[in-house]
């Protein structure tokens, strides 16, 4: 049997970096507090927890004071700073890069757009906590667009101004875009905010899912990216199943296959996939 674990999948930049910058601080002796779970994989906040990381949430922030608090790499609004600073806490911003340099651009863009009295729009899903953080930055008035349905909540009279969470489908925004533009009557201007580091795992997955029998996705069950990316490679290889931990993987998946490919969201640790292959190694040897 020949297993194969994809090269591309695995966490991308920004994840990456805030993973790092909590083993640095508590490798540093300090006690991390992640506001929000640090990415959306229950095997990688258990390995940091057991580390000496803690999770906090917002219900949170009134009363967490003179501690260290790790912004994960999705932002926050201005108003969760602000509360930090207030109790005294010691704050890491440890948003991705993008999505800051977007937060700038949006924050920008909307004081123009208002001046002209029109409307910002962002194309994303509205309790992802990058969107949170993004409409903090227009004082939360900005219009969240998730579905055709929600495109009546634009005034299409209106001067209109369009964004991207940076995590969304590319063809579902060009989707969006072309249809706020064959029903505007005013100024449409469109940001493809998109990163270019997640999208570009589509078409690669898709050719990737194609070489193996049997393909095995990994993903945590709460990552908006592992689903979208999960349902790609199902339309290319119907024989993929998604699993979150090794012990997920049925004997049945795995008997008289020949080649088996292993893929995993922008969430998924390397080394999760890594015993992921050698659970199947295990299995079919038995």
Not at 97 to 122: A, C, M, T, Y
Request: aromatic share 6%.
């Amino acid at each position: 049997m020949h297993i194969e674990i994809d090269n591309k999948s695995g966490f991308c930049f920004g994840v990456q970096r805030a993973i790092d910058k909590v083993e640095e601080l508590i490798d540093d002796g300090e006690h991390v507090n992640c506001l929000g779970d640090i990415v959306h994989n229950q095997e990688e906040i258990s390995r940091l927890t057991k580390k000496g990381m803690d999770t906090i949430h917002a219900d949170k922030l009134n009363t967490t004071q003179n501690a260290t608090v790790l912004v994960r790499s999705h932002g926050e609004p201005p108003s969760t700073f602000n509360k930090l600073n207030q109790n005294n806490n010691k704050t890491i911003d440890a948003t991705c890069p993008v999505v800051s340099k977007l937060q700038d651009r949006i924050k920008q863009s909307f004081h123009n757009i208002k001046e002209k009295q029109g409307q910002l729009v962002i194309f994303g899903k509205k309790q992802h906590p990058e969107v949170i953080g993004l409409n903090g930055h227009t004082q939360n008035q900005s219009i969240i667009v998730t579905t055709y349905d929600d495109l009546k909540n634009i005034d299409f009279n209106k001067p209109i101004e369009i964004y991207s969470q940076t995590t969304m489908p590319v063809d579902d925004f060009q989707k969006i875009v072309s249809e706020i533009e064959s029903r505007a009557k005013n100024d449409v201007i469109i940001h493809d905010t998109i990163c270019r580091q997640v999208a570009g795992r589509v078409p690669h997955l898709k050719e990737f899912v194609k070489k193996f029998d049997k393909v095995i996705f990994v993903s945590g069950k709460k990552s908006s990216n592992g689903k979208s990316l999960y349902g790609v490679c199902k339309s290319q290889n119907s024989n993929t199943f998604f699993i979150s931990s090794p012990d997920e993987i049925k004997p049945e998946w795995i008997e008289k296959t020949d080649t088996i490919g292993i893929c995993g969201a922008t969430s998924t640790p390397r080394w999760l996939m890594e015993e992921v292959k050698q659970q199947i190694e295990k299995n079919k040897d038995k």
